[in-house]
């Protein structure tokens, strides 16, 4: 069973929210959160697979939960899904940033809002589809790039590069294995490895860094 914590300062949201995923028989909300400070402490207590963050929220947003609860080492069990009404890119940049899993929408199908609790329970990075690759380039490549990025790069093997640089291009595991001429599980391995290196806690944050260390840009990869 997936349990999941909602988050969300309209309670028409969290009650429809609830009643979509409670339909769908392998997921359990663990409670409901009305600002960021609650989050936190829902989070805290309950612990759940996942946490769905609205980002305009009171007393604490949902940018800055999710930065706390993904920076938490206690909580990397828990895996943050972003959604929101706004289709803004620095929306979706910094919640990337922050730590996030996901980044949604709020006008997904019921079935969309399910599949994607289950994909990031799962351990995958799932983004609006209308947020495109682009996007996440051009605002990935503008701001600070962090120190040490070189350093990093240079953990990595020349295939855990390549296999980065198709990570941040969009590729899933098995359009990678396709790509590379190798089986799934060893793209996952690949994957999975070059995670554990760079301190990644998901597929999302190493999408992050394929762009700061400039892997990939706003020209592809």
Do not use: W
Request: charged residues 25%; neutral net charge.
């Amino acid at each position: 069973m997936i349990s999941v914590v909602i988050a969300d300062d309209q309670p028409l949201v969290r009650e429809g929210f609830r009643a979509i995923l409670e339909r769908a028989g392998d997921i359990a909300v663990a409670g409901e959160a009305a600002d960021g400070e609650q989050a936190l402490a829902l989070i805290r207590r309950t612990r759940p697979d996942v946490a769905l963050m609205d980002v305009r929220m009171p007393r604490l947003d949902g940018l800055a939960a999710t930065e706390r609860v993904c920076g938490d080492p206690s909580l990397a069990a828990t895996k943050v899904v972003v959604i929101t009404t706004y289709e803004l890119d620095e929306y979706l940049y910094a919640a990337l940033r922050a730590g996030a899993s996901g980044f949604l929408l709020k006008d997904l199908e019921p079935e969309e809002l399910r599949r994607a609790v289950r994909t990031v329970a799962a351990g995958e990075a799932l983004l609006a589809p209308r947020m495109t690759r682009r996007l996440i380039a051009q605002f990935a490549a503008r701001p600070r790039r962090a120190p040490g990025l070189a350093d990093q790069l240079g953990l990595l093997t020349e295939r855990e590069r390549e296999i980065v640089t198709l990570v941040g291009g969009g590729l899933t595991n098995v359009e990678i294995a396709r790509r590379l001429s190798i089986s799934p599980a060893t793209a996952k391995t690949h994957v999975a490895r070059a995670m554990t290196k760079l301190g990644a806690r998901d597929r999302a944050q190493l999408v992050v860094f394929a762009y700061e260390s400039g892997l990939v840009t706003a020209a592809g990869p």
